[in-house]
């Protein structure tokens, strides 16, 4: 069973519009956790991470972490045509752990 | 600023043949390598992890293997192809475990 889980598995959202990601872990080793985000025919990219209880915000994008409910999500407002690409929700340990693992994605499409 | 290279950026090879796929970081001392697998659409499997010159940990089992020979310089290799190893292959570095990982452009690989 995939450690973590990615909902839903693809997203329309209109232009200007708002764009809710979700993604839970099962497994309590995990403390910090990722999003990214790759378009196609390129490698992933960084949007923002977040390790602590609460809500971080990103200029458009905001990221909620529930640590008791390992459940992370993020959250795209004003969602642009260039936001349409496939994100990733990812996890790893602590500083000394190099293992990472990687959600199976969501989908987004923005329509114009 | 750091960059990441990889070569080739796309090889068609015939199954049972050897493959040798590379990667090197410029602008980072040090850094932690890294080496994922993903299926055309589909979610990333980390490889490999080196944290140092010439060290080189093995996640999940591909029939691949992987070496470390310079501190900037990641190679990915099999003596044997198979079918499955078709898909894109992303080499990415940070600068500690657990931190933001930068992605290079990818590799496409065909086994036919």
């Known amino acids: 069973q995939q450690k973590v889980q990615q909902s839903p598995e693809s997203l329309s959202v209109p232009e200007g519009g708002m764009a809710s990601l979700n993604c839970t872990s099962s497994?309590?080793?995990?403390?910090y956790f990722w999003w990214y985000r790759q378009h196609s025919g390129e490698g992933p990219k960084a949007l923002m991470?977040?390790?602590?209880?609460g809500d971080k915000k990103e200029g458009r994008f905001t990221a909620h972490l529930n640590k008791a409910s390992l459940h992370v999500s993020l959250h795209i407002r004003d969602s642009q045509p260039s936001d349409s690409a496939l994100y990733f929700c990812?996890?790893?340990?602590?500083?000394?752990?190099?293992?990472?693992?990687f959600g199976a994605g969501t989908r987004l499409k923005v329509i114009a | 600023a750091q960059t990441i290279h990889q070569w080739p950026v796309a090889e068609i090879k015939a199954v049972g043949s050897p493959l040798s796929l590379g990667c090197t970081i410029k602008?980072?001392?040090?850094?932690?390598l890294y080496w994922y697998w993903q299926a055309t659409g589909g979610t990333l499997q980390q490889l490999f992890y080196?944290?140092?010159?010439?060290?080189v940990e093995s996640v999940v089992q591909l029939n691949l293997s992987a070496s470390r020979p310079k501190d900037d310089q990641f190679i990915l290799s099999t003596e044997k192809l198979l079918l499955s190893h078709s898909g894109f292959y992303l080499c990415?570095?940070?600068?500690?475990?657990?931190?933001?990982?930068?992605f290079g452009p990818g590799t496409r690989l065909t086994v036919l």
């Open positions: 990415a570095w940070s600068g500690q475990g657990g931190a933001e990982q930068f």
């Open positions: 497994d309590r080793n995990f403390q």
């Open positions: 991470s977040i390790f602590s209880d």
């Open positions: 990812a996890a790893s340990g602590n500083t000394g752990n190099y293992k990472y693992v």
């Open positions: 602008g980072k001392s040090s850094p932690n």
């Open positions: 080196s944290i140092t010159v010439g060290q």
